[in-house]
Every structure is written in C-alpha cells, then in structure tokens.
C-alpha cells in the first residue's frame, strides 16, 4: 500500500470558513489533523465581495494546511468542491520529505 504523504493547501474567501470547516471535519475516514491560519489574499482576479475588501484591495482567506496520504487528496477535493461550489478556492499539493512529532 502507498503511503506516500503529501502537503495539501487550501486557501479559500473567510466567508465561507464555517462552511470549509463543516465540510473537512464530516470526511469519512476522518482526517488525522490540519491547521488553519486567517490572512489576505491579493492579486489580479480576487473576487472582493464586501466593501471593506474593495476598499483595502484584498481578500479576507482561511487557509488549510494538512499533510495526507498522497491517495486522499483527490476524494478530500472533491468533498470540497461539493460542499463550497465557489471558484475562488485554490489549493496545491507539495511532497513531504520527512513528517514526525517532536517529544
């Protein structure tokens, strides 16, 4: 079996957080963890849907950091895309080298 690990960002407009969040923590096998940070999205095609964003020029985004299996990343995806049918969520995926805890 592959266990390959991989580094699978999601970043997506604030607004739908609770949405995101809902749809991650229903994903049967659950998922092991993942970490979420708040910031600004910019550049050219950000969809800006309050005025306080068009004003400022940036998006407010949560992102999603989670290190999976290489085989889940496609089903988590596709829960994703089904639970926030929205056009502005990016995501990538980067190789893991190494992935331990510290004790």
């Not at 050219?44 to 999976?68: F, H, I, N, S």
């Not at 299996?69 to 990538?92: F, K, M």
Request: a negative charge; one cysteine or more.
């Amino acid at each position: 079996m592959d266990t390959t690990l991989r580094k699978l960002t999601l970043v997506a407009p604030a607004l739908i957080q609770v949405t995101l969040m809902d749809c991650l923590d229903a994903i049967e096998p659950a998922l092991a963890g993942y970490t979420v940070l708040t910031g600004e999205g910019r550049g050219d095609g950000a969809d800006l849907p309050t005025a306080a964003e068009r004003v400022r020029g940036a998006m407010r985004v949560v992102t999603v950091l989670m290190v999976v299996p290489e085989r889940e990343i496609a089903p988590i995806l596709e829960a994703v895309r089904q639970a926030c049918p929205r056009p502005n969520i990016a995501y990538w995926v980067e190789p893991i080298l190494e992935f331990g805890r510290l004790k």
